[in-house]
């Protein structure tokens, strides 16, 4: 039990974790944006990790019913997916026009090309 | 506990399509990847209490995000030319980095324990006020709506900001929108001649409406609320637009009107909290709107979950039509 | 009994997965995912039962009507394509 | 009346997780796309009937037999749909499915 109260961390390191190497060493950027959103969903499961409470329920009242897991962090995340999607497509807006000005979303390649 | 090893198991699913995604070099097969990344996500989010962390994830996760990377990836291209950029320094970071944040985790509170410092501050003060202060049965609606609306009005407003800056992004150069023209005998727009799913789609998109309005206004008493609810109708409307092709879901809601949704959420959010103001309260304190602080709250929070309701809508749509008119152009 | 049920489909779960890691075409991996939006409705409204709060099968209701809109773009994004590669091929002869 | 209400909704959960699992199988060991279709969604759809159906049962005359009532009407709507547009995709993209016996895969028993 102690141990597996500290898997849900782990699986948050090792998420983080591979976000964040296809960030850093992809050159592609919709793998990079890829890369950032599990980045972020890693962060998600994080809050809403740290917002259970043991034998609670969700809090949403009922009666006969009287431990409630966090609502806090369910809120920030909740905001937080939509804004999410909303910044992802900014991103990829911004992917599409760096491909119709360069012709390519491989880094190496713009750079390439920058320094012509 | 044993839904504790349901989770484990989902959350060794969840690291396994995670390493697929980043491994495969076909940009198509990373976009399907994710979407059962994200039915992973809201399994695990329901395991752990968050009904409407859950919600959310469902309504954008199905459908929403599958179009707007499938829309980039029209523009893009869907081949990855493949390889890594150092790939040895990146995998020793990763590593190292992976380990010192596994370190960290053993000494942080346990899965569920009461005493965690995250349960001994504001979170249980929001659990005992609810009921008083604003006396709705989802404490995660007060909280985002009535106790955190400053927050809120934030996030609405980083939404706007995003939708706004799509439309600058791809509605410059090349002439901007301009309509599409195609020959009288081309197939036509959308998926007309695909009857199965035409037809069971457009028997579909009522109920959808219907269910984001009753996700839309049921929200104070189950998980929902108007960041699920937008979502979910955009998801109806994009529908439409995929059988019948855009410029027929254009006919029906143009641009125009969605821009007038995407500031018009926003500004009904603000215009609680300035009306709030005019009548004697602070920004965004409901309890002013009626003669009864706790009717006031419920109006105020019905008001404004329809305002991030109908800019969540509206952006969502802004932005797929903005992908979609820059492919015809 | 709700467990059995439980576990039975998140075996499937991993099952699809095995499917859409192994491909080999990218429809196999959209058949799978199909597959474990199916799962994932049916895992969700037996969780709702397993944890006594059946007012939250809003959750399976939401995958149940719109989880095959992701199918229905696929299909619009491959016929775009179909169209766009027939077209160049006329114009080029 | 509760006890046998009981046992037929054990009976068809029961029903319902094996058939899920079949589909699941189905779906991994079928040798080319459209049999693995086949094996998915027929599977698919007789696993929710049974287990959505076994639910109601258990829930008895509650909002939530209603609610579970509309998930599976959808389910049995939507799962169709979905594969026939899914099959409707592959066979544009060119992928034929193959005609005659199956040929059998050399590591197959």
């Excluded at chain 1, 949403?60 to 966090?70: A, C, E, H, T």
């Excluded at chain 2, 495969?24 to 962390?53: E, H, K, Q, R």
């Excluded at chain 2, 955190?148 to 929108?177: H, K, M, N, P, Q």
């Amino acid at each position: 039990m102690e141990i597996l109260g500290l898997v849900y961390y782990w699986v948050f390191a090792i998420l983080l974790m591979i976000g964040f190497y296809a960030v850093i060493a992809k050159p592609n950027l919709i793998k990079k944006l890829i890369g950032l959103s599990i980045f972020q969903a890693a962060v998600f499961l994080l809050y809403i990790t740290m917002g259970k409470v043991e034998g609670g329920t969700a809090p949403i009242f009922q009666d006969g019913v009287s431990l409630y897991s966090n609502p806090l962090p369910q809120v920030l995340i909740l905001t937080a997916i939509v804004v999410g999607i909303s910044t992802m497509a900014l991103g990829l807006g911004i992917v599409v026009r760096i491909k119709e000005e360069y012709g390519s979303i491989e880094e190496d390649e713009i750079q390439e090309l920058d320094r012509k | 506990m044993i839904i504790i090893l349901f989770g484990v198991f989902l959350l060794a699913l969840l690291v396994i399509t995670a390493l697929a995604i980043v491994r495969t070099d076909n940009l198509f097969a990373a976009v399907i990847l994710t979407g059962i990344f994200s039915l992973l996500m809201a399994a695990n989010f329901f395991l752990l209490d968050a009904a409407d962390v859950a919600l959310t994830e469902a309504a954008i996760g199905a459908g929403i995000s599958t179009v707007l990377f499938l829309g980039a990836l029209a523009l893009t291209g869907e081949r990855e030319r493949g390889g890594s950029t150092n790939r040895l320094l990146a995998l020793g970071v990763v590593t190292v980095t992976t380990l010192i944040v596994i370190y960290a985790t053993f000494d942080k509170p346990r899965l569920g324990d009461p005493d965690a410092p995250v349960h001994q501050h504001v979170g249980p003060w929001y659990l005992e006020k609810t009921p008083a202060l604003i006396d709705i049965p989802n404490a995660v609606t007060a909280v985002l709506a009535s106790f955190r609306g400053y927050d809120t009005l934030g996030e609405v407003f980083v939404v706007f900001t995003a939708g706004i800056g799509v439309l600058f992004l791809l509605s410059a150069g090349r002439g901007g929108r301009t309509e599409e023209i195609r020959p009288a005998d081309a197939p036509g727009p959308g998926l007309r001649h695909y009857l199965v799913p035409r037809v069971v789609g457009r028997m579909l998109i009522p109920f959808i409406f219907l269910f984001g309005l009753y996700v839309q206004f049921h929200g104070d008493y189950g998980p929902g609320g108007g960041f699920q609810a937008g979502a979910i109708v955009a998801a109806a409307v994009i529908l439409y637009a995929l059988l019948e092709g855009e410029a027929q879901a254009l006919r029906a809601l143009p641009m125009s009107v969605l821009k007038w949704l995407v500031a018009g959420g926003a500004l009904l959010y603000g215009a609680i909290g300035v009306a709030s103001m005019f009548l004697g309260g602070n920004f965004l304190d409901y309890s002013v709107l009626a003669s009864d602080p706790i009717t006031g709250q419920h109006i105020g929070i019905i008001v404004i979950e329809l305002g991030v309701g109908i800019t969540v809508t509206g952006v969502l749509l802004c932005v797929f039509h903005a992908f979609a008119a820059r492919g015809k152009v | 009994m709700y467990y059995a049920v439980t576990i039975a489909t998140l075996v499937t779960m991993a099952l699809a997965l095995v499917r859409a890691l192994l491909g080999p075409s990218i429809y196999d991996r959209l058949l799978a995912a199909n597959m474990f939006g199916t799962k994932t409705v049916l895992l969700l409204s037996v969780v709702a039962f397993l944890y006594g709060r059946p007012d939250f099968l809003d959750l399976a209701l939401v995958y149940a009507l719109i989880n095959f809109i992701g199918v229905i773009a696929v299909l619009e994004f491959i016929r775009e394509r179909a169209d766009t590669d027939s077209a160049q091929k006329n114009s080029g002869e | 009346m509760a006890m046998t209400i009981d046992i037929l909704s054990w009976i068809m959960l029961t029903a319902g997780g094996a058939f899920v699992f079949i589909g699941g199988l189905g779906a991994l060991r079928m040798p080319n796309l459209y049999t693995r279709m086949h094996a998915a969604s027929l599977t698919d759809t007789m696993g929710a009937v049974l287990v959505i159906g076994g639910i109601m049962m258990q829930a008895g005359l509650t909002l939530a037999t209603i609610k579970l009532a509309a998930i599976l009407l959808f389910l049995l709507l939507t799962s169709p749909t979905a594969s026939n547009a899914l099959a409707s995709a592959a066979i544009l993209s060119g992928l034929q499915p193959e005609e005659g016996p199956i040929k059998p895969r050399k590591n197959a028993e």
